[in-house]
């Protein structure tokens, strides 16, 4: 496995190494970042894992001085399952010069859920995202990047973006990885307690009795405030619990058929964790 840490070196490894399948992450890996790695070994020629924090999605008063930065653990775990070259750039070399320049995705669908909770969050997801496809795939003619459905308007976004833009990279999308209590594995797991990890599963419990209580049908408005106030009763700060159309993230006219998704994002002690469920 390769390591590599600067633009020029990366497109010299993959030159001629056929399409890459990408999986950027920001390190501090668990099993489901490792699953999307084993997902894109088989849909492409060289597999590419990015690590880097990046400092544009954060808003000020966010963790990203303590997220957890874990470089040789993460290498190690990428070249046990396949990976063929890591892409670690430093802030100067994937950001040489203020990023002034930056993409603002569509306000209908990142200006809400997620987006209105963590203002400017998706611009720079989606800057760092469509600087990290151009370090790719400019030379390659394209590829395929795997991202998880644990981020699943993220998801949305990032696919929209590429559609827009007509870019030439299949963006799959895979299940989340879950813990045997049903807990979303997420790097922000762990900022928990032991007695927390135990409290936690409460999200994806209360999703799923969202997406059964909307399924039944009554005013959807009501059992998405009924379920923030059981989580909240359990000790969480949730910032939402809702169902969504998976298509564009709207409200549905009517919960009791069609594909939706119910989808949270809650503090438990100083933890903000997110997690859907498609049904």
């Not at 790695?37 to 492409?44: D, F, I, L, N, P």
């Not at 070259?85 to 809400?112: C, G, R, W």
């Not at 594909?259 to 469920?277: E, F, H, K, M, Q």
Request: proline share 5%.
């Amino acid at each position: 496995m390769q390591i590599v840490h600067t633009i020029a070196d990366l497109r010299a490894a993959l030159a001629g190494r056929g399409r890459p399948a990408f999986v950027p992450t920001m390190g501090n890996l668990h099993e489901g970042h490792l699953s999307l790695v084993q997902q894109a070994r088989q849909h492409g020629d060289v597999v590419v894992a990015s690590i880097f924090v990046n400092r544009l999605q954060f808003l000020p008063h966010e963790d990203f001085y303590s997220y957890p930065r874990t470089f040789d653990a993460d290498c190690a775990k990428l070249e046990a399952q396949g990976c063929d070259i890591v892409f670690a750039p430093k802030e100067k070399d994937l950001y040489p010069e203020p990023q002034t320049f930056k993409i603002q995705p569509d306000a209908q669908l990142a200006d809400i859920l997620e987006g209105h909770f963590r203002p400017g969050f998706f611009t720079g997801v989606c800057t760092v995202v469509m600087k990290l496809f151009q370090v790719v795939f400019a030379t390659t003619g394209g590829g395929v990047a795997v991202f998880g459905k644990k981020d699943y308007q993220q998801l949305m976004v990032i696919r929209r973006m590429v559609q827009q833009f007509a870019l030439p990279i299949e963006v799959i999308g895979c299940p989340t990885t879950r813990a045997g209590s049903g807990l979303a594995l997420s790097s922000r797991n762990g900022y928990l307690s032991d007695e927390q990890r135990v409290q936690a599963m409460a999200l994806s419990q209360a999703l799923k009795a969202l997406a059964d209580a909307a399924r039944q049908g009554g005013d959807l408005a009501e059992l998405e405030a009924r379920a923030m106030a059981d989580l909240r009763a359990k000790g969480w700060e949730p910032d939402y619990l809702t169902v969504r159309q998976r298509s564009n993230l709207l409200t549905p006219a009517d919960a009791t058929t069609g594909d939706l998704v119910a989808l949270g994002a809650a503090r438990l002690g100083s933890t903000r964790l997110i997690d859907n469920l498609e049904f």
